[in-house]
């Protein structure tokens, strides 16, 4: 199971809407952050919430531990983007063998990519669940 700390932002009624909290990362870069982490917050327009199962109690800004099976995003992906580009090569291929040429080949690949985005868009995505509250007095330290 893959975990993840997040905080609560709001409670409904089919659960509740966390958002990831970064780690404060490793401190091999003086705690200015990674590289590759400030590229990414240049394409982050804003932090993003998500939609999690939930059996406990919990109010806005509570911390938890939110975990994903273990080859559910491998699925995810390969739903969305295997499945598509599976389904654009075969229309390709088959349009291509019935009749050849650039025009064929290029109907059969749209009409693959499109039955192939509508296949994906069918599919049922794991949602990832609330596994525990996360343990605060955990990483406090003890003075003296």
């Known amino acids: 199971m893959l975990e993840q700390t997040a905080e609560v932002i709001k409670t409904a009624a089919d659960g509740i809407w966390v958002r ?9 870069c003086g705690g200015q952050g ?8 240049l394409f982050q327009h804003k932090p993003r919430h998500f939609l999690v ?6 109010s806005p800004g509570d911390r938890i531990v939110v975990g994903i ?6 699925r995810s992906a390969m739903r969305v983007y295997g499945l598509p580009l ?3 090569l075969t229309g390709a291929l088959l349009a291509q063998a019935v009749r050849p040429g650039d025009g064929p080949a290029l109907a059969g690949m749209l009409l693959g990519g499109l ?3 509508l296949a994906a868009r ?10 525990r509250r996360e343990d605060v007095n955990l990483f ?3 003075k003296g």
């Open 20 to 28: 990831a909290v970064e780690p404060s990362g490793c401190g091999t």
């Open 34 to 41: 990674c590289a590759s982490r400030r590229i990414a917050e």
């Open 53 to 58: 199962d939930c059996d406990l109690s919990l």
């Open 69 to 74: 099976a273990r080859g559910s995003i491998l």
């Open 86 to 88: 599976g389904l654009m």
């Open 115 to 117: 039955a192939g985005w």
């Open 122 to 131: 069918g599919g049922r995505t794991a949602r990832p669940v609330v596994l």
């Open 140 to 142: 406090q330290v003890k």
